[in-house]
């Protein structure tokens, strides 16, 4: 009969006799129903599972990679948005402004009305201005043209 007792094996390990370990696997089988396990079937589980944390870690690397382009985009929108507004602002401000170059080539009472909002005034006119700051004397000055 062999020695029960642990000894030392190939590559340093400790070693129990194959009749106690045989002995020690066909209990714990018969106990906890655990089929025995290749390490060929261990390796593909391992492999398997580093696989996964590759994957998952490429994945995280590739959205920290892209972050900073989704947020330019972010601002590239926003500038494009305020730059829309403003397009429409001048825009707005064009029509208006063709309205009066309308009006002042049709309506001879719209060119009055700006050429006294400029100081202009017919022969014998007098202007009264009024001034938004207080002056010294009361806030209009007329003129005479």
């Known amino acids: 009969m062999s ?17 106690l370990s045989h002995f ?16 060929q079937k261990q390796w593909n589980v391992i492999y398997r599972y580093a696989a996964l944390a590759a994957v998952l870690l490429a ?21 494009k948005y305020q730059l829309e507004k403003d397009i429409r602002i001048e825009e707005e401000r064009i029509k208006e402004l063709r309205l009066k170059q309308e009006k002042f080539s049709t309506d001879k009472h719209f060119v009055q009305k700006i050429a006294h ?16 700051s207080a002056n010294t004397n009361g806030g209009t000055t007329p003129t005479k043209r």
């Open 24 to 39: 020690i696997l066909h209990i714990s089988g018969f106990i906890f129903h655990i089929p025995p396990v290749s390490p």
């Open 59 to 79: 994945l995280i690397g590739i959205g920290f990679a892209f972050l900073p382009k989704v947020n330019q985009f972010h601002n590239y929108q926003e500038t």
């Open 117 to 132: 909002e400029i100081g202009f005034a017919h022969e014998g006119e007098v202007i009264f201005q009024f001034n938004d």
């Open 3 to 19: 020695p029960v007792f642990p000894t030392l094996g190939k590559a340093g390990h400790f070693c129990v006799s194959s009749h």
